[in-house]
């Protein structure tokens, strides 16, 4: 039996920054598989062109899941890695962190499936949170959830969890990712509101 490569390549044999770390543990790598900034359309008619490449951790212990999801967001020019379940992330998320030597998690999107053996994906968002607790100020890494066993109110369990987003499964890759955009702006926002409130608290406490 032949082995099975770990990482997703380009077909066009040329290098990328992207392709270069599009790494998917555990998956049999179809040979057609393409890195390519590629417009993608959505049904509300919206354009996304040539965006950044971002490193995703995708959390799912089915392997159907794992092959398609994987293809759809390479092919969108991303970077994927692969984790079978929450236990399996948190150790992900720990390795990829000290290899970058960051003080925060290194991933820009988890796309976290909410039931999974070992470890749940609600469980390993509130143990995710309370790590970012104790790590220096930054924005915290985007996790949005999915299930096949969608339920009325369990987007809500999702967000109190800790999760920025939730999504029944299947769901269309391409507005997860406008989503997790989405979400990152207004990060951002509000990152530069504070910053903006503290130093007019600061200049106020100086006047007095």
Partial sequence: MSKEPSCFTSATGKDSECANRSCVSNLKTPGEAVVNSASVLLEEGTSISKQSCLNILLVDDAVLIQKTTCRKLIK??????VAQNGADCLEKLKVAKLLAGSDRFTFDLIMMDLQMPVMDGLEATKRIRAQEKLMPPGDPVIMIGNSSNSSE???LICLVAGMD???????RVEEVIVHMRM?????????KCLSSSGRHSKQESQWK
């Fill in 76 to 81: 969108l020019g991303h970077s994927v890695e």
């Fill in 165 to 171: 987003d939730y999504f029944d499964n299947p769901y």
């Fill in 183 to 191: 979400i990152k702006k207004i990060q951002k926002w509000l990152r």
């Fill in 153 to 155: 109110g369990l987007r």
